[in-house]
Structure formats: structure tokens, C-alpha cells
């Protein structure tokens, strides 16, 4: 069992920068593939980036690929999202997810259903 706090979440002008962070319970945190993922009012969740265990390698989806940077520290049990050139459709809640099921194409966790353990979410609003 992992639980996940995000945070870093806040109010941005157009173009500006943020950087989340999810914090994870537990002490097996480096033996977790983690994502992060978005949802607005009315819409389905979804993904954003992803990095497996040591972090070697990294996927994000296209609408973000080139202003995101996800990375994670697991001395620190963290993972974060920097995101730059923050643009008024990336107002969304960021939710932070774990899974244990490793060994996949880093592609397999770009979808909701290989994640185990989910956060709160911290909410990002962008102003145009």
C-alpha cells in the first residue's frame, strides 16, 4: 500500500511555469512506475507523462511533450512534473499515480487502469 500527496499546484499566467510534486508513503517508493495525469470538470482523465522505476525513461503525451519534464528522486520518495510554457488548456486537477507492475514498454502506463494507488490531485489554473 503507497499513498500520494501532490502539491505545487496554483494560479499561472500564460507561459509561465509550475512544478508539481507527489510525495510517496512507504519505503519501497523506487519499485513503483509512476504517472501523472489530468482531468477538467466533465471530461475523462488524462495522461500526461509517465517515468519508470530509476527513471531512465520517460513518456508524455503529445499535447505536452517539449514543455513538460517528468522526473523523480528516490532518496526523496518524489516525483515531480516541471512544466513550462504553460498554456490556458492545461487548467486541470494533476493527479499523481503508482504502480508496482513493472516490465512493460514504456507505453503500457499511459492509461488509468495499470495504475494501482492514486493522489488527491492539486489543482493548476491558467490564465490567458
Known amino acids: 500500500q503507497v499513498q500520494l500527496v501532490e502539491s505545487g499546484g496554483g494560479l499561472v499566467q500564460a507561459g509561465g511555469s509550475l512544478r508539481l510534486s507527489c510525495v510517496a508513503s512507504g519505503r519501497t517508493f523506487s519499485s513503483y512506475v509512476m504517472g501523472w495525469f489530468r482531468q477538467v470538470p466533465g471530461k475523462e482523465r488524462e495522461f500526461v507523462a509517465t517515468i519508470t522505476t530509476s527513471g531512465g525513461t520517460t513518456y508524455y503525451a503529445d499535447s505536452v511533450k517539449g514543455r513538460f519534464t517528468i522526473s523523480r528522486d528516490n532518496g526523496k520518495n518524489t516525483v515531480y512534473l516541471q512544466m513550462n510554457s504553460l498554456k490556458p488548456e492545461d487548467t486541470a486537477r494533476y493527479y499523481c499515480?503508482?504502480?508496482?507492475?513493472?516490465?512493460?514498454?514504456?507505453?503500457?502506463?499511459?492509461?488509468?487502469?495499470?495504475?494501482?494507488?492514486w493522489g488527491q490531485g492539486t489543482q493548476v489554473t491558467v490564465s490567458s
Open positions: 499515480a503508482a504502480t508496482r507492475d513493472r516490465g512493460y514498454s514504456i507505453t503500457y502506463y499511459a492509461a488509468i487502469p495499470r495504475y494501482d494507488y
